[in-house]
């Protein structure tokens, strides 16, 4: 999948897999990886913009595997952040694929699922 | 690459990040290698999902809203080399940092200097003539005290009070005249007559006294005399102790307070002086980016604060009065 794609969606992923439940670094990036194949390093950069933004709050929990693992927790604003991202994407969504559509004049079957 | 410099390499790409943000990141990763350890990957294979350290770390600046090329724009030309470069700067950061804060250290320190010169200047001159006003009381009493003794000297070394102004001359006067009733009284007795060219007076039988009376008289009169004149001194001088005493201790208490707002005020010179140094200092690490504000306006606040208390010590300076006469 062309990389500049996946990173236009990766935030989205990323908050909508920590809106369900905390997660950990290791554990936040194999859950994103079971939807766009990305690389590793830069999910942990993006998880400090969006707690630099106040989009997640971080915290402590001991493991029984080793050293403590820091948990990332959406808070309100993540959550309002992560609404309004949604809103965009389907929005960006349906108009490409409309455009798709009306380009190519064939069916849906041609243009795929989306409409 | 190996775990360890893979996390050297990338502490030396986030070095204009805080030390507790490199720290962070840099755990993470760390603990994400670990993981993909634990889980049968080599270090290498761990190392190497993360992809070129330059992107990966272009990516945490920019999460950091820093922007990773600046270093390599504004490195052109120079000799030392960029951030990305991967090495050591010619002139490392820290010592660029080190030669400001000292250039801005004695600056600071010529100007609170000079600022301060003047009013050490001041306060020594205060303080000499606080420390000699007892030495100039001291000569300004000794010379009364001649003037007084050169008095008497003229005055035949009698001093005429309001009580008893007999001087010794009349008191000699007297006892002459006494004498000569003793023998003009022994003439009679005799059957001598005097006359005017011997020197001595004729007395008449109405001035006639007993000699023995009138002299014994004489003496108890001069005795009386000396008496009050030894009492009436002894009293004056209690009297000037007292008021040495007196001044004496209104001296000791005015040169404690003097000295506490000496003090009080050189600890305020060199407390606001240290803090001048402190706000000097954290004003260019604040320049630099560190969030230094609160400790800057602190600083700044101490500053005044103490510099005011310096500066105007002065005016709790506990002055003599000068009596205005007209």
């Known amino acids: 999948m062309n990389a500049q794609l996946k990173k236009g969606v990766l935030e989205l992923i990323v908050l909508e897999s920590v809106r369900k439940r905390d997660m950990y670094g290791y554990e936040l990036v194999e859950e994103v990886s079971k939807v766009i194949d990305v690389n590793e390093g830069t999910i942990y950069p993006l998880l400090k913009r969006l707690t630099n933004e106040h989009y997640f709050e971080t915290y402590l929990r001991e493991s029984k595997e080793g050293p403590p693992r820091k948990y990332y927790h959406l808070t309100a604003a993540g959550v309002l952040y992560r609404d309004s991202l949604e809103e965009e994407w389907m929005e960006l969504q349906a108009r490409v694929c409309r455009f798709l559509a009306e380009k190519n004049g064939g069916s849906d079957e041609e243009t795929g699922v989306f409409r | ?326």
């Open chain 2, 1 to 326: 690459m190996k775990k360890q410099e893979f996390l050297d390499e990338l502490k030396c790409h986030l070095k204009v990040l805080q030390e507790e943000e490199q720290e962070d990141i840099l755990d993470e990763y760390s603990q994400h290698i670990e993981m993909k350890i634990a889980n049968g990957l080599s270090e290498e294979e761990a190392i190497k999902d993360f992809g070129s350290i330059h992107a990966l770390a272009g990516e945490i600046l920019e999460a950091y809203h820093v922007n990773p090329e600046y270093e390599q724009e504004h490195s052109k030309g120079a000799s030392r080399r960029s951030l990305f470069a991967g090495g050591q700067t010619e002139e490392p950061e820290s010592r660029r940092h080190v030669g400001a804060v000292l250039k801005e250290t004695v600056a600071c320190a010529g100007r609170a200097g000079k600022k301060g010169g003047h009013q050490i200047l001041v306060w020594t001159g205060w303080l000499l003539r606080l420390l000699g006003t007892p030495f100039r009381k001291g000569k300004m009493l000794w010379c009364r005290w001649l003037e007084r003794r050169k008095e008497i000297d003229r005055e035949g070394g009698w001093i005429e009070t309001e009580d008893c102004a007999e001087g010794p001359a009349e008191l000699e006067r007297k006892d002459e005249a006494l004498g000569n009733l003793i023998l003009l009284e022994d003439g009679l007795k005799t059957g001598e007559k005097t006359d005017g060219t011997s020197g001595r007076s004729v007395i008449t039988g109405k001035h006639q006294r007993k000699p023995e009376r009138s002299r014994a008289a004489g003496w108890l009169q001069a005795l009386g005399g000396t008496c009050r004149r030894g009492s009436l001194a002894c009293v004056r001088g209690i009297r000037q102790v007292l008021r040495w005493a007196a001044e004496a201790g209104f001296w000791c208490c005015r040169l404690a307070w003097n000295c506490c707002v000496v003090l009080a005020s050189a600890f305020s010179a060199f407390a606001g002086l240290v803090f001048l140094f402190l706000f000097g200092t954290m004003a260019v690490l604040w320049g630099q980016g560190f969030p230094f504000a609160g400790i800057v306006l602190g600083c700044l606040g101490a500053v005044l604060c103490f510099g005011s208390l310096a500066v105007f010590g002065g005016t709790f300076f506990w002055r003599k009065r000068h009596e205005q006469t007209d």
